[in-house]
């Protein structure tokens, strides 16, 4: 019966923490997945978040609507777009509640090929690769556009606006506002004005996936391409994610944003991705998104959920910097400033997928094949140990 099913082959981040868990040696450690663990190694739950669960009891028993919860999506355009921005003053910002920023990016992946099914969509070289995975599965030709540039370890940035410059009316760009995955090298507000520019020139449909939203600098500066594209009226998809920054991972919480010209054409999108979602799953969560509302709702609580996230984001930069330091020491005679210069949880370390695999089998070290380093799972106990390994195998000893 099943014998045709061709075997998954797996994923690069998921099936590799199905190993990370089944290795039995103990000093094992985990910088594969883009999950935050503070200093002892644990995954923190904000004092915040933790407050908001803690007041939802039985108010989470009942369905959600199919586009989620009302109060929580008014909040996330606000955080996401600014509180007072026109898109959101004129009604004209739909917004669903989403399974993660995975379920916002499938939702919007459908609805756009959908209705505009003969756009091509086009990804960074790299990406994070179910990029790939989720507009391939909603039925789109994926291309890519030019990046990370590994002589500079920076942008591509020439390349990457000639090829913009080639694209049709209505392709789809997928882009990373912020904290670049997995690079963790993002384009400067200025760069971002001259892409941005394009896109609308252009006419083309920005899909941007912020995620790591916090991570970087403040949230309205890690905002910054987002706000501009709201700005400039270009037609915008936003995924938006609670799994990092309320440390939300299981309560698969997040949303889509699509910012349209007028409240009429709003409607029609919100109506369309409501029934996309009534196809997939019904509705969403009703404890991850009244968690979530109870953060962002209450002003005193939302600040000091910031300052927590901000206090996660200066962690991981301390680990860059030990990082940078230790290795630095270790082998003078190489440049390794890209651990302080990258951003957000990810640092791209240059190494080869046999140098990864050396790290894994001879350390008990996971990070990504694609040479990607989750360093929000460094901390003072494994640091040295990480540092020590990276350094042999950087110098092939
Ligand atoms: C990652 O890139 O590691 C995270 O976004 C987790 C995931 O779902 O891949």
Known sequence: ?????????????????????????????????????????????????????????????????????????????????????????????????????????????????????????YISAPTWDNHRGIFEGAGFEVGTYPYYDAQTIGIKFAEMTAFFNT??????????????????????????????????????????????????????EDAYAVRRAADLGIALFVSASFSKNMSLYGERVGGLLVVTPNEAEKELVLGQLKAGVRRIYSSPSAHGGLTAYGVLSNPARKQAWQAEVYQMRDRIKAMRQKLYETLSQMLPEKDFSYFIKQRGMFSYTGLSPEQVQRLQDEFAIYILQSGRLCVAGLNDGNIDYVAQSLAKVFANQ
Request: net charge negative; glycine share 8%; hydrophobic share 40%.
């Open 167 to 220: 694209l049709p009316e209505n392709s789809i760009v997928i882009l990373h506002p912020c904290c670049h995955n997995p690079t963790g090298v993002d384009l400067t507000p200025a760069q971002w004005d001259e892409v941005l520019e394009i896109v609308k020139t252009r006419k083309l449909i920005a899909f941007m996936d912020i995620a790591y939203l916090g991570f970087g600098d403040s949230f309205a």
């Open 1 to 121: 019966m099943y014998q045709h099913v061709t075997p998954y082959l797996g994923d690069p981040i998921l099936s590799l923490v199905e190993t990370f868990v089944n290795d039995k040696r103990a000093h094992k450690v985990n910088l594969s997945i883009g999950i935050y663990f503070d200093n002892e190694g644990k995954m923190p739950l904000p004092e915040s978040v933790r407050k908001a669960a803690a007041e939802i009891g039985v108010k989470a028993q009942s369905y959600l609507p199919m586009e989620g919860h009302t109060g929580l999506r008014e909040e996330l355009a606000k955080l996401v777009l600014g509180d007072e921005h026109a898109a959101i003053t004129e009604k004209r910002v739909a917004v669903v509640q989403s399974l993660g920023g995975s379920g916002a990016l499938k939702l919007g992946a459908d609805f756009l090929k959908k209705w505009f099914g003969q756009s091509k969509a």
